[in-house]
């Protein structure tokens, strides 16, 4: 299953001093990059990236479960420092698919309304 990742600094992890920011890209930001290019290459990370402009990633996952998505995303050093939101995704086929009886349903009431 796919997983939209957005993960952003929180407010309360700005650095304020340059010694600050120096140990954020140190200690979190480079080994993160790192770490999602190694998910890259084992195909846990199917697409997304680094943010421009900001501190921030959006991350397409791939997991077979919600404890494989955590250990992912737990598993970069920015992420006790990020505020962080995931989206599951649906495949195109699959949400044609529950729309289908929608769809029925509908054309059966405008067909009743129709004939009224």
């Known amino acids: ?3 939209l990742i957005d993960m952003r600094l929180a407010d309360s ?3 304020a001093t340059p010694q600050e920011a120096l140990t954020l890209i140190e200690q979190y930001i480079l080994p993160s990059l790192e770490l999602c290019r190694k998910y890259v290459q084992d195909k846990k990370i199917v697409g997304g990236g680094p943010m421009s402009a900001t501190i921030g990633l959006a991350l397409l996952v791939e997991a077979n479960s919600a404890i494989e998505l955590d250990q992912i995303a737990a598993s970069l050093p920015l992420w006790s420092r990020m505020q962080t939101t995931v989206t599951p995704l649906t495949t195109f086929a699959g949400r044609a698919e529950v729309l ?3 769809r029925e349903r509908l054309k059966a ?3 009743l309304h ?3």
């Open 1 to 3: 299953m796919h997983y």
């Open 13 to 15: 992890s700005r650095p």
């Open 100 to 102: 289908q009886p929608q």
């Open 109 to 111: 009431l405008v067909a």
């Open 114 to 116: 129709a004939g009224a």
